[in-house]
């Protein structure tokens, strides 16, 4: 994560299955409509934008971006071009070169299919090789037990619950599960969710 590359340089990650291109503004109404799949905007455990917030959702990710904090991305299915969620590396560190991945959703149609899988090690691969991190976070809700264990499958390390870490949209303080992976384990990880792919 050199302090020589601008955080705005937002690249594709493109995989077999997927591709991750920035977020834009005229996302709006893919994200809609990807995030209508399911109702998602209805969830009590994670934030995805719905008609009255999808606005704010993208100005909030195109200034972060601006800020060079996050790197929001379209999650695009490549046979049809269809967007069918999102997620963001966020938090990003270029001093200590650190960064977490999240705010990741999915159409509940693409859930378990092993897109999400994909888009992960796409990040990863990105966050360790070509940003040069040397630890990558991820961060979830203590009661989301299938997001906590999709975490753990991808080899991220619990490190702890942060508690009242965050007020969700119905004021409900919420408790925070932190995973990560360091560069140690990167090897590894890497490895095993290659592995996971081809089977």
Request: proline share 4%.
């Given at each position: 994560m ?31 409509a ?26 909030a990710?195109?200034?972060?971006r601006?800020?060079g ?7 695009v ?7 069918v969620?999102?997620?963001r590396?966020?938090?990003i ?12 959703w999915?159409?509940a ?9 994909e ?9 360790f ?14 009661l989301n037990?299938?997001s906590r264990?999709?975490?753990?499958r ?28 360091i ?8 490895a095993?969710?290659?592995k996971?792919?081809?089977?």
């Open positions: 050199s302090q020589r590359s601008p955080q705005r340089i937002q690249p594709t990650l493109t995989g077999d299955t997927v591709e991750l291109r920035p977020l834009r503004a005229e996302d709006r109404q893919a994200l809609l990807a995030a209508a799949d399911g109702e998602l905007w209805n969830s009590k455990l994670t934030v995805v934008p719905g008609p009255d917030t999808v606005d704010a959702y993208i100005d990710a195109l200034a972060g601006e800020a904090t996050v790197m929001p991305f379209a999650i299915l490549r046979r049809n071009g269809r967007v969620g999102s997620t590396f966020w938090k560190d270029a001093v200590h070169r650190k960064l977490e991945i999240g705010s990741t999915l159409s149609s693409m859930q378990r299919t092993g897109v999400n899988t888009a992960k090690l796409l990040l990863l691969t990105h966050a090789e070509a940003l040069d991190s040397v630890r990558v976070q991820f961060t979830t809700d203590e037990e299938r264990a999709a975490i753990l991808l080899g991220a390390k619990q490190e702890g619950i942060v508690r009242n870490e965050r007020i969700m949209p119905d004021g409900r303080k919420r408790n925070s599960v932190r995973f990560s992976i560069d140690a384990e990167w090897p590894g990880v890497k095993a969710l290659t996971k792919m081809r089977t």
